[in-house]
């Protein structure tokens, strides 16, 4: 559990002012879908593995008595979805800000996290995905993070493998879910024991960073598994097209990462070591939901760890002045025009505040009203000066003859 | 601190009581169901022993109330699949009690259902089977936990249960086909994580593993069992022939019931059943009865898997407690079994009514603990007394053996008080007069004949409730 306090709660609505910016440029809609979800929306089958399932916030309603479990939201992607199918038909491009509730065993984790994301649904094209990609990237440079990697992997191509190395399905979906749990050495493992990849298997774990290196891997591993020709393809098409826009990114095909919908292409973001981001694609969620053959994709970025990531200082935009209006004691005429002077305060884009409790101020400016004249002293603490005033225009020249706080 | 250790009733008592008179601990009185849950053994004189039902020790030893415990493997895995970070240690496989819990349907199974059906499943574990529902990836599913008597329920009244047997022969034996083999247990000695941290336990747990024979547990034999194999019947659920469908308890009210339905005329054959047969013959034509444990009934009706079933006020209370907007109802006061509802604190405690209750909780810093049978009217109570930071211990009967170390107020059922009193507990506050009543739903019955036959049988007995 975790408050926000205004510090932080600064630093979150300046995040959300920068992507919210940048996805309603790119012609994206924002939705908000309720916080209390019914259980099997998430456990139909390919849309959370079980051990994210054991840890989702799920319990009886109070009219719970057919046994239907409801849930904390715990997935942004899934309720949009569901969103869609509901209300929703053809292309849309929809983003959203929102929390996720995720049991940690650990104290010192928070089971509420923060998460901005986008979904792109109806299209099934490698633009569609570059399109998120730069999105994706184009909100993090905004909010000046600096190094952003960007890993690649598609979640086609292991189910392709998986099925080759000849384990059941139960099998290829505990493993799919560990590659997925970020277990980079899992393909490794299994691939090892296999007659027909032990040769490739070398090839897997490398990390590439062109088109070039997809290529290689397809002239080797078609041979072998024919079956990968067309999710390989598929890759390629989009990692081609990021190279056209000049995007770094590190192919590493073992180490998918995210959730088990993800059909296609994955991506994740990172900043040194930490996850800050991700998404993929998943054109079989809607359909599983009865929402017909629509493809999708998307991603999320993580609002707590960029929020301590971030340098505030460099992309926060001025705040505004701010000035305490301080009333004379046992003067009741002076509180009617401390009143109408703040308020001229705040029209010309100054924080104006009461002084509630006559305390010492650490703010530049006071302000203090009488009921007579002189009606207005104004207080410089910083040149530790004093100017007698009688009208609020004559306030607002002196403070704006100073320089900014 | 002396160390506590807490001792199972029921199915493991008598192998538990042979194992520690092995070890000599010459225990005065565990021998029976009739104790006093407070044994004392003269080899151990300052170890303090208690008795509980089996399903509430992992709980108290997680809670730390105990150091150690003995009880089987499955009620630790119920508790240990839901709270993984809870603090129990199993310390050793004591080698009996053993059974195997089974996933399992009535009839030979087609297929495991991805498809959106809902499948019902109905166990007392119910945390053992959502999770059994979520590693088989059913895609939508609603557990019932039952009290008991899981097996009666399929194929009309669960698509599926989760429950606990000897051998597949035994399963066989009530009609049930495996569909999976979920847990293989015994007996355990478990412990607290802190206790085993940083208490010298050694003793007592050497004087009960020297009792152990030396060979190790031989790996469990393998059984075939059609896997990942079940068929949902909700088809079934819903009798389309227009029968009613009547549940009767189990346990100590069936002879009450059975006097009650001979005085309306109703004959009913095998009820109380001698062999545990749980579906008797009853002489109206268009009524079937199955037998189950009335803590379940409410549940079930408001399923609408009973049209009528006989229970207490008490449980109905319970019910609604925690769903308000169940369709569920008292349809007739049948004035048996006469109990009260109460709040129960020691006699050592200087409170006497809800009042002093309230003082005596603001002026402690620990959460204030009820323990109880029937756990949502012990949390409305709180709730509605303003009983400020407390928590609910859900308890499996034996529920006086709580106070006044394991919890501080208990919600009880009492006839006359004496067993109260004779565990030197006071009665602090009634919260209602509980009877046996017949209940039903409260929605419209579609079928007129059915309903025809539903009012004949409330007639029946609304008359014998007169002429008592």
Not at chain 1, 183 to 196: C, F, G, M, N, T
Not at chain 2, 112 to 123: K, Q, Y
Not at chain 2, 337 to 361: C, H, M, P, Y
């Amino acid at each position: 559990m975790r408050d926000l306090s205004p510090a932080e709660m600064t630093v979150f609505r300046l995040l959300e002012g920068i992507y919210r910016d940048c996805f309603l440029k790119w012609g994206y809609q924002e939705v908000r879908t309720p916080t209390i979800e019914y259980l099997h929306l998430f456990t139909s089958a390919g849309t959370l593995t079980p051990g994210r399932l054991g840890k989702v916030y799920s319990f009886l309603d109070w009219d719970g008595w057919s046994g239907e479990r409801v849930v904390l939201r715990p997935d942004g992607t899934i309720p949009v979805a569901r969103l869609y199918v509901d209300k929703m038909q053809g292309m849309a491009r929809l983003f959203y800000a929102t929390n996720i509730f995720i049991f940690e065993e650990s104290g010192e984790k928070t089971r509420e996290r923060w998460q901005c994301g986008a979904e792109l649904i109806g299209v099934g094209s490698a633009m569609a995905d570059a399109e998120l990609i730069a999105l994706s990237l184009e909100i993090l440079k905004k909010l000046g993070m600096k190094g952003v990697e960007l890993k690649l992997s598609h979640a086609g191509l292991i189910k392709a493998l998986l099925v080759k190395l000849g384990l059941n399905p139960e099998e290829q979906n505990w493993m799919f879910d560990r590659i997925l749990d970020g277990d980079v050495e899992a393909l490794a493992r299994v691939s090892r024991e296999s007659p027909e990849l032990g040769n490739v298997l070398p090839l897997l774990s490398l990390n590439g960073q062109s088109t070039g290196f997809l290529r290689n891997q397809r002239a080797l591993l078609t041979r072998s598994v024919p079956e990968i020709r067309s999710p390989l393809d598929d890759f390629l098409k989009t990692v081609a097209l990021l190279d056209d826009l000049g995007l770094k990114y590190q192919v590493n095909i073992a180490s998918g990462s995210g959730f088990e919908y993800y059909t296609g292409i994955i991506f994740q973001l990172f900043l040194g070591k930490e996850k800050i981001g991700g998404g993929g694609r998943y054109d079989a969620l809607i359909p599983s939901m009865g929402g017909g053959d629509v493809p999708a994709s998307g991603f999320a970025l993580y609002l707590d760890q960029l929020m301590s990531l971030v340098k505030t200082e460099a992309i926060a935009p001025p705040l505004p002045r701010r000035i305490l209006v301080r009333v004379k004691a046992g003067d009741a005429d002076a509180v009617k025009q401390a009143f109408k002077a703040a308020d001229s305060l705040r029209k010309a884009g100054y924080i104006a505040e009461f002084d509630l409790d006559g305390r010492k101020s650490e703010k530049r400016w006071i302000l203090e009203v009488r009921g007579e004249v002189p009606v207005f002293t104004l207080v410089d603490n910083v040149k530790s000066r004093n100017t007698e005033a009688n009208s609020i225009s004559e306030v607002l020249r002196l403070m704006e003859g100073e320089s900014a706080y | 601190m002396p160390i506590k250790i807490a001792l199972p009733k029921g199915r493991l008592l008598r192998k538990t009581a042979a194992m520690l008179h092995k070890a000599d601990w010459a225990l005065n009185e565990y021998h029976s169901e009739m104790g006093f849950y407070r044994p004392e053994s003269p080899k151990f004189p300052d170890l303090l022993i208690r008795v509980f039902h089996e399903k509430d020790i992992p709980i108290q030893i997680a809670m730390g109330n105990y150091d150690l415990g003995i009880c089987c493997l499955d009620w630790i895995e119920e508790l240990l699949t839901k709270y993984p970070s809870s603090d129990v240690v199993k310390v050793k496989d004591l080698l009996y009690g053993e059974g195997k819990l089974y996933a399992a349907s009535a009839s030979s199974p087609v297929e495991l259902l991805r498809n959106g059906t809902l499948v019902h499943i109905a166990s007392e574990y119910p945390n053992l089977a959502e999770a059994f529902a979520l590693k088989k990836r059913l895609s939508r599913f609603s557990v019932f936990p039952v009290w008991g008597a899981a097996e009666v329920y399929p194929p009309e009244n669960a698509d599926m249960v989760l429950l606990s047997a000897g051998t597949l022969a035994e399963l066989a034996a009530c009609g049930m086909v495996p569909v999976s083999r979920v847990l293989d247990f015994s007996a355990f000695l478990i412990a607290n994580r802190n206790s085993w941290e940083s208490k010298n336990l050694d003793k007592i747990v050497t004087s009960i593993c020297d009792t152990l024979p030396e060979v190790e547990k031989r790996a469990p034999e393998k059984e075939e069992i059609n896997r990942d194999r079940i068929v949902a019947r909700f088809s079934a659920r819903e009798a389309a022939d227009g029968t009613v469908r009547l549940a009767l308890p189990d346990g100590h009210q069936q002879q009450q019931t059975v006097e009650l339905l001979n005085r309306a005329g109703i004959k009913i054959d095998d009820y109380p059943s001698e062999t545990g047969n749980r579906r008797p013959k009853i002489d109206i034509d268009g009524v079937s009865v199955k037998v189950i444990r009335p803590q379940d009934m409410p549940l079930q009706v408001a399923n609408r898997n009973f049209d009528l079933a006989i229970t207490g006020r008490d449980w109905l209370t319970d019910h609604l407690a925690q769903f308000p907007s169940s369709p569920v109802k008292e349809v007739l006061d049948l004035k048996l079994r006469k109990v009260r509802l109460v709040a129960v604190v020691s006699q050592e405690l200087s409170v006497n009514d809800t009042g002093g209750l309230r003082q005596f909780i603001a002026a402690r810093e620990e959460p204030f603990r009820l323990a109880s049978e029937y756990v949502n009217i012990a949390d409305k109570y709180a709730r509605d007394k303003h009983l400020g930071h407390y928590r609910v211990i859900p308890t499996w009967g034996a529920t006086e053996a709580f106070l006044p170390e394991d919890a501080d107020l208990l919600i009880e059922n009492t006839e006359t008080g004496r067993t109260i009193a004779r565990h030197n507990l006071k009665i602090i506050d009634t919260l209602f007069e509980s009877t046996a009543c017949l209940i039903g739903g409260t929605g419209a019955v579609v079928d007129p004949a059915k309903g025809r036959r539903i009012e004949a049988i409330v007639k029946r007995l609304r008359s014998a409730v007169g002429d008592a």
